[in-house]
């Protein structure tokens, strides 16, 4: 009789626990003739299938094994592949079973033997790790079947002290690319710059710290002296790490201060040490909570994803190191396989180099948390991101949850488009305007010549507040969410792109003070600058844009599947006069001062924003010029056309 059956233990690296055991039965007639077996007549293959079984688990409690034996089988599974299974998943094949036979001088003693398969799914190897066993079982005075315990079941050439040892060789991580496949993310030969305390006296270490920092052209470089003072008498206070290369450091400069250290080095890197961190996150030593959730796949020493998209793609990125099987005696060791080391693949964004750091050289200083974002409308890829170094990690541009103050001008003036008004309608601005008993006034310095009854468009040319809150009753909070969707606003962080995003919410219910505050960017709506820059956008395009960064099929098809949900599509109608409408911000209305110097500006459209909360006011503008839209956000600032305005001037290059 010819009989195979396979288990198979889940690897611990992806579940950490014994996986439910799967078997097939297959039983191959010794002749055309012969009745079909039946699985019960065979109970000592039922014992070779469950101890194939136990083998498979780990759990040996319930195997065909003396009690003593189980004992021992639990200790010596561990302690013989316990390194291996920490890896790998092993499936094992019942492939053969011999006839019952009387075993030798045991009188009532009934024998078989079974042969073993063991295969091990290495893992990032095409070849897996194959070798037989073989257990012999006996059936005592028509007693159960038990098997009889060997350490060699479990692995070839064991003897008597003989373990499975794993040595795993590092792997080269995949690189983070960016547009046209460049290279943001790779490692760096780089220097770890920093004051050295054994290098010189005590009383060196602040003037030398601090000429460190002016010459790393530090913020603050007193705060950097402040560090080495309170570290060590012998430490090395590293204030920087940059790549070896890197030109925008001068090195002959930092190597004369005496007490500098430059220790080579090499890290994942981009080219600056916090390259768009917010987002794509770091490298380094695997904490002991990555370490934990890894299930024996990530050791203490590893350089793993720590944050971002580093961590969150680590397993893509991290690769598998070459391994090498080798059965350990003492200090004999004897090589049972090997495989070569799988390098990391790369994780593709939509990140152009340029404008990122472009992007980041304008936020990056700002002394309150900022964001940048950068959108290709007619792609939706995600240009730059960049969050000021005052977000302290976090990504503001693409997580931040603020009033988009009367940037959000632009999703009212599609809503009373759409409720059938013109941009040629006649719309009250008035000083103030009370509505239910709460007065709103316009931003201080509204200009006196746009008071009175004025066209729709120069209200939101000039962002009369009053003007827009007089006409709230011709649209809904639900027509406002309608059209917001349209402009791919309010879809807070349900589509998912595969980084961290927060689309904005808009409500669909509100009345009175809330409603009229929701026409004009406050009240109850929120916005990240991402989905800021996805309006204008979508405005730009002339169809909703969904903001992609993470470059896969999956993730576009998903964004694809996004525009295909908006319950009302924007229109090419509605696009061109949502364009005019911010053309004449630009031309005579509150841009036309902080983007006046703006080289091609020709197609230059934008809008301003300031919205107020508990003591103070953010800051806000949108523009787009040609193939790009970008949304620019302070937390704290005067007002957007003073505060948020030269910066997108920068961004988009003045003359």
């Keep these: 009789m010819v009989t195979t059956m396979a288990y198979r233990r889940r ?128 059936s005592a005075d028509d007693g159960p079947w038990l098997a009889q315990w060997s350490r060699d079941l479990l692995a070839p050439d064991l003897g008597e002290n003989g373990v499975v040892t794993v040595e795993q060789s590092d792997a080269e991580r995949g690189d983070i690319l960016g547009r046209d496949d460049e290279v943001l993310v790779t490692a760096r030969e780089v220097y770890r710059i920093g004051i050295d305390k054994t290098y010189i006296e005590s009383d060196q270490w602040e003037d030398d710290a601090i000429a460190l920092g002016e010459a790393l052209e530090m913020e603050d470089p007193q705060a950097y002296a402040d560090r080495v003072l309170a570290a060590g008498d012998r430490a090395f206070v590293v204030a920087t790490v940059v790549p070896q290369d890197d030109p925008d450091t001068d090195m002959g400069s930092v190597r004369g201060i005496e007490g500098v250290n430059l220790v080579a080095d090499e890290r994942q890197q981009g080219p600056t040490q916090y390259f768009a961190y917010s987002i794509l996150g770091g490298v380094g030593e695997a904490t002991s909570e990555i370490i934990e959730g890894s299930d024996g796949a990530i050791e203490q020493g590893d350089r793993v ?116 008004m013109s941009l040629d309608d006649t719309v009250s601005c008035t000083e103030n305007l009370t509505v239910s008993g709460r007065e709103f006034d316009n931003y201080p310095g509204y200009p006196e010549s746009s008071i009175g009854d004025i066209p729709l468009e120069e209200a939101i040319a000039q962002s009369c507040n009053t003007a827009l809150m007089s006409v709230r009753d011709q649209i809904t909070a639900a027509d406002l969410a309608d059209a917001a969707a349209s402009l791919g606003l309010g879809r807070g962080e349900d589509v998912a792109l595969g980084y961290p995003v927060w689309l904005g919410s808009v409500p669909t219910e509100a009345e009175g003070t809330l409603h009229a505050a929701d026409l004009i960017g406050q009240g109850q709506v929120l916005a990240s600058p991402l989905a800021m820059a996805g309006v204008a956008a979508s405005i730009s395009a002339g169809e909703v844009v969904t903001p992609v960064l993470v470059d896969t099929d999956e993730y576009r098809e998903g964004a694809a599947q996004a525009v295909e949900d908006v319950p009302t599509p924007l229109t090419e109608t509605e696009a061109t006069l949502l364009r005019q409408a911010m053309r004449a911000v630009v031309t005579d209305g509150t841009a036309s001062q902080p983007l006046a110097d703006v080289t091609d500006n020709g197609d230059l459209i934008a809008k301003t924003g300031t919205a107020e909360y508990d003591g103070g006011t953010h800051a806000w503008m949108i523009a787009a010029r040609g193939d790009v839209a970008v949304a620019v956000f302070l937390e704290e600032g005067s007002d957007g056309a003073g505060a948020a305005g030269p910066l997108m001037a920068e961004f988009l290059g003045s003359s």
């Excluded at 075993?103 to 009532?108: L, R, S, V």
């Excluded at 992007?359 to 730059?384: K, M």
Aim: with cysteine; proline share 5%.
């Design 11 to 138: 690897s611990r690296t992806m579940s950490g626990v014994a996986a439910l055991v799967t078997a097939s039965l297959l039983l191959v007639a010794c002749s055309d003739d012969d009745p079909e077996p039946d699985e019960s007549a065979n109970p000592e293959l039922d014992a070779a299938a469950a101890l194939a079984e136990a083998l498979t688990t780990g759990e040996f409690a319930d195997a065909p094994l003396t009690e003593d034996d189980r004992t021992l089988a639990a200790e010596q599974s561990e302690e013989v592949l316990g390194e291996l299974t920490a890896l790998a998943s092993p499936a094992i094949e019942v492939t053969w079973s011999s006839s019952v036979y009387e075993e030798d001088d045991a009188e009532g003693v009934l024998a078989a033997d079974a042969a073993l398969t063991w295969t091990w799914d290495i893992p990032g190897s095409d070849e897996d790790w194959s070798y037989p066993s073989s257990v012999h079982l006996t």
């Design 305 to 420: 994803g720590v944050s971002g998209l580093q961590l969150a793609y680590d397993e893509q990125l991290r690769g598998f190191g070459g391994l090498t099987i080798s059965v350990t005696s003492g200090d004999e060791s004897t090589e049972v396989y090997t495989s070569e080391a799988v390098q990391g693949e790369p994780l593709r964004t939509t990140f152009d180099l340029e404008l990122q750091q472009r992007a980041e050289q304008i936020v990056d200083g700002l002394e309150v948390p900022a964001g940048l974002v950068a959108i290709e409308p007619s792609t939706g890829n995600v240009l730059a991101a960049s969050s000021s170094a005052a977000s302290n990690g976090w990504s503001t541009a693409t997580l931040g949850q603020y009033a988009p103050g009367s940037t959000f001008k632009v999703v009212t003036l599609l809503a009373l488009l759409r409720a059938g």
